[in-house]
């Protein structure tokens, strides 16, 4: 069967550094391009993490650096979860510099789309800067757009805002503009990913896990998302998982907004799953996860990484 092609939008990021060793190893997905945006840590660092990453895994996977702020708030970042440089903890290779096209992402972005003879599926697990940039820029390129599968957004509580998760709260208005593209939307927020735990043993297994595994665990020693004693969660995997296993999830079709103007919940995802506002449909919601069959599905594609 051929392998779906893929655009993944990051900003590694602990979390992101496992989803893309997931997605460069699935036999189901072809990672055609790596675009960086400004998030966990500087548009610097994330792009110099996805070029370490690449050197490492031995993937010549193109990469172009984007949005260096969000649109219209100034970057606070989550050095505090990732560490300064957003991923501490490894001694990585040298960045594979050779692989960073000197194109930025929304005209990368662009041209891959446009050049595909297959439909692109996106897979933003940073905030969406890039994405609201691309479609504002080029709409054109929605044509050649089969989903949008993203980590962010929350139906419930926040992470970085009482009520709003850190992707979205980053950049509000790139979220709405993706929200309101009129594509098909998938959306992976902090109801799964808080459930995405990675335990103890788990993390005794990976490190088992050939020279990924090793890696995984070092930087998991110092990841902030959660606790390595209670369980580590990784968030930006539950994007590559719906990709790869959505029977792991609950999924919920409904309308979801932004709020922007909410003095205490601006970056709130209004997730309608009771149909108050009479809107049609705009995204399909990971409202649940079976945190077991997640570990399994975690473990065995960690296990296919070299
Ligand atoms: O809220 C979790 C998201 O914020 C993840 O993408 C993590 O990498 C951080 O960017
Ligand atoms: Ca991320």
């Known amino acids: ?32 391009l ?17 070029l370490k990453l690449l050197s490492f895994f031995g993937k010549d996977v ?23 440089t957003g991923m501490e903890g490894f001694d990585f290779p040298e960045p594979k510099t050779e692989l960073l096209l000197k194109e930025n992402a929304v005209n990368a972005m662009r041209r891959v789309i446009m050049e595909s003879e297959e439909p692109i599926t996106l897979v933003p697990i940073a905030p969406m800067t890039n ?5 504002s820029m080029y709409p054109e ?3 050649n757009i089969k989903e949008i599968v ?16 850190f992707n979205v709260a980053t950049d509000p208005e790139a979220a709405k503009i993706v929200f309101d593209s009129g594509l098909p939307v998938a959306m992976a927020g902090l109801d799964v990913g808080w459930n995405a735990l990675v335990y103890p ?11 990924t595994g090793d890696m995984a665990y070092c930087l998991f020693k110092k990841y902030r998302g959660g606790s390595f004693g209670t369980g580590l969660k990784m968030y930006d995997s539950c994007a590559m998982a719906y990709l790869l296993c959505p029977e792991m999830f609950t999924i919920e079709e409904t309308f979801v907004d932004i709020e922007l103007r909410g003095e205490m919940t601006r970056g709130c995802t209004v997730v309608d799953l009771k149909g108050y506002l009479k809107k049609a449909p705009n995204a399909k919601v990971c409202t649940a996860i079976d945190g077991d069959k997640f570990r399994e599905w975690f473990l065995d594609s960690v296990s296919k990484c070299i």
């Open 1 to 32: 069967m051929a392998k779906r092609p893929v655009i993944i939008d990051t900003d590694p990021g602990i979390d992101d550094a496992l989803a893309i060793a997931i997605a460069l190893f699935s036999d189901e997905l072809d990672v055609k």
């Open 34 to 50: 790596i675009t960086t945006t400004a998030g966990n840590v500087s548009l610097e660092n994330v792009t110099n993490n996805a």
């Open 62 to 84: 193109p990469v172009a650096a984007g949005a260096p702020r969000p649109l219209i708030e100034p970057l606070v970042d989550a050095s505090n979860v990732h560490g300064v």
């Open 131 to 135: 994405i609201a940039l691309l479609f």
């Open 141 to 143: 390129v929605k044509g």
């Open 150 to 165: 993203l980590m962010g957004g929350s139906a419930s509580r926040g992470n970085k805002g009482v009520m709003s998760e």
């Open 201 to 211: 043993q788990d993390s005794e297994k990976i490190r088992e896990m050939g020279k």
